[in-house]
């Protein structure tokens, strides 16, 4: 099955820098690619997504990078504020539709 | 309001002992599933179902059960439970297969004496 692999485990920025979290994946027919945010005692909840036939994705200050060819994608966050501050997953959906695999988690912290 | 809901949302109960968590939602979905998540491994998806009475084994479904018996309720059953059962569990929902957003239900955390 699917296996998707994220890093950084943790990851602490100065408010107003970037973030950058990595995943990879390992079944070459995912062709779905979400993120999800988790709040403190909350659940996740869906910031942005990608599907396979593109190659990056923006929302303000979110943006989102797929490499099929490598096998990866990536979660870009500009000019962080204190509110960025959660756990954040990504997750592959492979060709059948009918799984979504997620990554272990990133933790972010916007130090003020 | 459109939504997915859990109950018990805290539960505390002894090894053996039969419990169900339900999950209902009102968005008319077609795809639901569970999820325990545990600290360092994310969300592990348990079962999925993409339609009413067809469900399948996700990645971790050893030790729980599921029904689809009616579009809206998608309940966890945890016929035997173990200490290794103790997580925060996760319903969700999609408008149809996985590729869509899912949306979650409010948690409920299960601890297994």
């Known amino acids: 099955g699917e296996n998707v692999e994220q890093h950084p485990s943790t990851l602490s920025v100065q408010e107003g820098d970037s973030a950058v979290i990595k995943c990879t994946y390992s079944d070459s027919a995912s062709n779905y690619f979400p993120w999800y945010k988790q709040e403190l005692g909350k659940r996740p909840q869906l910031i942005i997504d990608i599907r396979s036939n593109v190659g990056e994705k923006k929302d303000q200050r979110i943006a989102v990078t797929l490499n099929k060819t490598a096998k990866h994608f990536s979660l870009h966050i500009t000019e962080t504020q204190p509110e960025d501050s959660a756990v954040y997953f990504c997750a592959a959906v492979g060709g059948s539709a009918r799984q979504l695999t997620f990554g272990s988690g990133t933790q972010l912290t916007v130090l003020p | 309001e459109a939504q997915v809901t859990q109950n018990p949302r805290y539960l505390i109960t002894v090894t053996g002992k039969k419990l169900t968590v339900t999950c209902s939602q009102n968005m008319n979905h077609e795809y639901m599933s569970w999820y325990r998540q545990d600290p360092g491994l994310g969300l592990r998806q348990i079962y999925y179902?993409?339609?009413?009475?067809?469900?399948d084994k996700g990645d971790v479904p050893e030790g729980y059960k599921v029904s689809r018996k009616e579009k809206r309720n998608f309940p966890l059953i945890l016929e035997s439970p173990s200490p290794n059962q103790t997580s925060l569990y996760f319903c969700?929902?999609?408008?149809?297969?996985?590729?869509?957003?899912?949306?979650f239900g409010p948690g409920t955390r299960l601890t297994v004496l």
């Open positions: 179902s993409m339609n009413v009475e067809v469900t």
């Open positions: 969700a929902s999609s408008l149809t297969q996985a590729h869509n957003e899912q949306f």
